[in-house]
């Protein structure tokens, strides 16, 4: 247990979503050495009773000290709260830590995805210095296609194309309660809500979303793609990627297709991958799905298979607990930067 000196006082901005949840948990999980966890949401949210490291706390409202004496900053909730509260955390001192999104419009920001440093020397945790006190985390379908795509380039693919499947917790509670009462209405043959997906999203497969909540899944895909693109640094082929959206609460499975010059050696592409952190089912066991990866931290994938009719082509399916992997990701950074302060 490290040493009370040693502690750090944390900050989680939209303490009350589901980042921001699985955030606090990830934190107590790994046993991050927070002298304190202060949770801070939008004033409808101050005053909800919740829990951190096993005893009862409160969210509080954001205000002008809130980020007094705070070493780590976590952004979780939405971009507009992120923006607007930006300067006062970085001016506080603070470290920022966003994975909102609202981090790569902000001057100065690092993006981090650490356990792709050895691939990317770009992705690596940087330490503070005088112009930089924001991280940018990225979500589940950056790191994912990244971690493809770096753990793919050795073998020089011709092509790589993704097709992510995401889940309604991408629009955190309020997607959540639109699928359920979606199933509910249908299943009773009651009329449906549609507020955030604009549509039927419920036993239902969406390739586009015109009206509803934003972002639309089209702003999604543009995001997801710049920052794949932006990220990978020209180290690594960049994917075509594609968004489906699924009826699935969480979990982001995916399909991809590599393509090469020549037929690949699939126990080589597979050892690739476990080199790069991932996952790889063991011969004879399933393949992931949304409710297999549930609670895991990185990303799991089935055994990579030759297309029938290519050749020179391979298909991988995997799946990844979209908020823990992104919360993960987001604590990891927080890590090194304290390791590297230590040495």
Do not use: W
């Given at each position: 247990m490290p040493s009370s000196g040693n502690l750090s006082r944390v900050a989680i901005v939209g303490a009350a979503s589901l980042r921001g949840k699985e955030l606090k948990q990830v934190l107590e999980d790994r046993s991050f050495p927070a002298s304190d966890v202060v949770l801070l949401d939008e004033t409808v949210m101050a005053g909800t009773l919740t829990e951190a490291a096993g005893e009862p706390t409160f969210i509080r409202a954001l205000e002008e000290d809130s980020f007094d004496g705070v070493r780590f900053v976590f952004f979780t909730g939405i971009a507009p709260v992120a923006e607007a509260t930006w300067s006062a955390a970085v001016n506080s001192g603070a470290t920022v830590i966003d994975l909102t999104g609202a981090a790569p419009g902000a001057e100065d920001t690092i993006a981090a995805i650490p356990a792709l440093a050895s691939a990317i020397p770009s992705l690596a945790v940087q330490p503070v210095g005088a112009?930089?006190?924001?991280?940018?985390?990225?979500?589940?379908?950056?790191?994912?296609?990244?971690?493809?795509?770096?753990?793919?380039?050795?073998?020089?693919?011709?092509?790589?194309?993704?097709?992510?499947?995401?889940?309604?917790?991408?629009?955190?509670?309020?997607?959540?309660?639109?699928?359920?009462?979606?199933?509910?209405?249908?299943?009773?043959?009651?009329?449906?809500?549609?507020?955030?997906?604009?549509?039927?999203?419920?036993?239902?497969?969406?390739?586009?979303?015109?009206?509803?909540?934003?972002?639309?899944?089209?702003?999604?895909?543009?995001?997801?793609?710049s920052d794949v693109a932006r990220l990978l640094d020209g180290r690594a082929p960049v994917p075509a990627i594609q968004l489906v959206q699924a009826p699935v609460f969480y979990g982001y499975a995916f399909a991809a297709y590599a393509e090469f010059e020549s037929a690949p050696n699939t126990g080589q592409l597979e050892?690739?991958?476990?080199?790069?952190?991932?996952?790889?089912?063991?011969?004879?066991?399933?393949?992931?799905?949304?409710?297999?990866?549930?609670?895991?931290?990185?990303?799991?994938?089935?055994?990579?298979?030759?297309d029938p009719n290519i050749a020179t082509g391979v298909w991988l399916w995997g799946a990844a607990d979209n908020l823990r992997l992104a919360a993960t990701n987001a604590v990891r950074i927080a890590e090194e930067l304290l390791a590297k302060s230590s040495n």
């Open positions: 112009t930089a006190r924001s991280y940018y985390a990225p979500p589940a379908p950056v790191i994912i296609a990244c971690t493809i795509a770096a753990a793919l380039a050795p073998s020089a693919p011709r092509r790589i194309a993704l097709l992510f499947f995401p889940p309604v917790s991408e629009h955190d509670q309020m997607g959540i309660e639109e699928l359920e009462t979606q199933t509910t209405n249908l299943l009773s043959f009651r009329p449906i809500e549609h507020a955030v997906f604009g549509q039927q999203v419920a036993f239902n497969l969406l390739s586009e979303q015109r009206e509803g909540g934003k972002p639309h899944l089209g702003d999604v895909r543009k995001a997801v793609a050892t690739l991958f476990a080199n790069a952190g991932v996952t790889i089912a063991a011969p004879g066991d399933p393949a992931p799905t949304n409710v297999s990866v549930a609670g895991e931290n990185g990303i799991q994938l089935a055994r990579i298979q030759h």
